[in-house]
């Protein structure tokens, strides 16, 4: 699976991110989604990538390097179109994002989900995330599921 760097003028871009915000919104009261604007795509702590079906943008996923006590990537933004789940992108996109997380010197991995994230939330288990407590700009949420992963260097 090939996955490329994108921006925020990377084709397909805005349009997919407004998929993921229509079905996160129709899940989800708008208080709960913590949703990554487009033009903040291209901050220097945001890393994204992407993935191209027959030059449509069909999958992405990033991370965005936080501080809390100590530095750690919140990721981000991971999702497929329906027509093209099943086919492990979502996997590979996470373990992808682990490896660079890792390879710039990250030793801990955040995310907040969706409690009718079933599928995600299988995903981040069986990769090894362990449920956590809220973290960062987050409050607890009744939908809100969080969850973290320790990086071996």
């Given at each position: 699976m090939q996955f490329v760097q994108l921006?925020?003028?990377?084709?397909?871009?805005?349009a997919l991110?407004?998929?993921?915000?229509?079905?996160?919104n129709s899940l989800y009261p708008a208080e709960?989604?913590?949703?990554?604007?487009?033009?903040?795509?291209?901050?220097?702590?945001?890393?994204l990538i992407g993935h191209y079906h027959e030059e449509e943008l069909v999958a992405c996923g990033s991370y965005i390097v936080k501080q809390d006590q100590s530095k750690y990537a919140e990721l981000k933004r991971i999702y497929v179109k329906p027509s093209q789940r099943g086919k492990g992108l979502a996997k590979a996109i996470v373990q992808h994002l682990l490896t660079q997380a890792k390879i710039q010197g990250l030793k801990q991995v955040k995310l907040e989900t969706g409690d009718q994230q079933h599928a995600?939330?299988?995903?981040?288990?069986?990769?090894?995330?362990?449920?956590?407590?809220?973290?960062?700009?987050?409050?607890?949420?009744?939908?809100?599921?969080?969850?973290?992963?320790?990086?071996?260097?």
């Open positions: 921006t925020s003028q990377s084709a397909g871009l805005a991110f407004n998929e993921i915000d229509t079905l996160m709960a989604n913590d949703l990554v604007p487009i033009d903040e795509v291209d901050n220097p702590n945001t890393y995600a939330i299988k995903l981040y288990e069986a990769l090894g995330f362990e449920f956590c407590d809220a973290f960062g700009q987050y409050r607890q949420e009744p939908s809100s599921v969080f969850m973290q992963l320790p990086l071996k260097q």
